[in-house]
């Protein structure tokens, strides 16, 4: 029996300051919402630029504390009125000098369902992130809403199986990825890793990218956002890889039951041997 939700993802340039850029993804919202979606997910830092690029206190700034600063608060209330459940990808302060790369959940209702905050923090040319992110220690959790059952895994963490494992053991769904990631360095990977997580752990994923280049480095973000479903399927098209644009796609999640009585993957794990693969 098909079971669709209509789900969508965003990815826009950096406009110059937070305010419109909150703007921007305010109106994406309401755009998703006419369209009949029920769930959205923001691209990550989704209110700033990628100040990765560079390593300057100053960005500190962008920070708030989740879930009770004004970007979550407001974005309740926008969840609320639009009926859409929302994941919002943004800078966390728990305490002064303890910050995370974290996604808020926010369900349909407006009530906040808890947060996912970025596992593994890269710290390379143009992506400079232990300068300003903590290792995550929410693990991975999978929201209950009214879209269904939902993860996040963002960015870099994409890298790296076990997380995307322990989330499908979770029940996850669909899983979102929210990125920013450049041309020159992970192109290739982009519509290789993540439907092959799709495939391994059965599946959608929702992979998000920005793009453009900003003023604060030489990072070309090739957005090319898409769907993909566990048959390693993109779900219509793949984004632009230059535009702004708002993607909206019906997933069946009954075919995760259909692909999981073909693939028992997880029914054929060997979790008693996987031991040295915890070790340091």
């Known amino acids: 029996m098909s079971r669709v939700i209509r789900a969508a993802l965003f990815q826009t340039a950096w406009t110059g300051d937070k305010e419109s850029m909150i703007q921007v993804h305010e109106q994406a919202a309401r755009d998703a919402a006419a369209q009949g979606a029920r769930v959205l997910c923001f691209q990550e830092l989704f209110y700033g ?3 990765c690029q560079v390593q300057d206190k100053a960005f500190y700034e ?3 504390r989740i879930p009770e600063g004004p970007t979550v608060r407001r974005f309740q209330a926008l969840a609320r009125e639009l009926g859409i459940v929302l994941v919002l990808p943004m ?14 959940v926010i369900d349909a209702d407006g009530s906040y369902l808890g947060k996912y905050r970025k596992t593994h923090i890269p710290q390379v040319q143009g992506f400079w ?8 220690n929410s693990g991975w959790p999978v929201f209950d809403t009214a879209a269904g059952r939902i993860g996040v895994y963002i960015c870099y963490d994409r890298h ?6 322990a989330l499908g053991l979770a029940g996850a769904e669909i899983v979102f990825n929210p990125s920013a990631t450049s041309r ?33 480095g030489d990072n ?8 993909v479903d566990p048959e390693a399927q993109f779900v219509g098209e793949v984004a632009s890889d230059k535009e702004t644009e708002l993607v909206v796609r019906d997933l069946d999640l009954a075919k995760l039951r259909e692909v999981r009585d073909r693939w028992q993957f997880y029914r054929d794990r060997a979790p008693g041997a996987y031991g040295p693969l915890t070790a340091p």
């Open 160 to 165: 790296f199986p076990e997380g995307w494992r």
């Open 49 to 51: 630029p990628y100040f």
């Open 184 to 216: 020159g360095l992970s192109r290739y990977l982009w519509q290789l890793e993540q439907p092959a997580a799709a495939v391994a752990n059965e599946y959608f994923v929702g992979a998000i990218n920005r793009v453009g280049v900003e003023d604060l």
């Open 220 to 227: 070309d973000f090739y957005g090319t956002t898409y769907f």
């Open 91 to 104: 800078y966390e302060e728990e305490q002064p000098g303890v910050l995370y790369n974290t996604a808020a």
């Open 62 to 64: 962008y920070a708030e």
């Open 129 to 136: 992130e232990k300068f300003y992110f903590r290792p995550g």
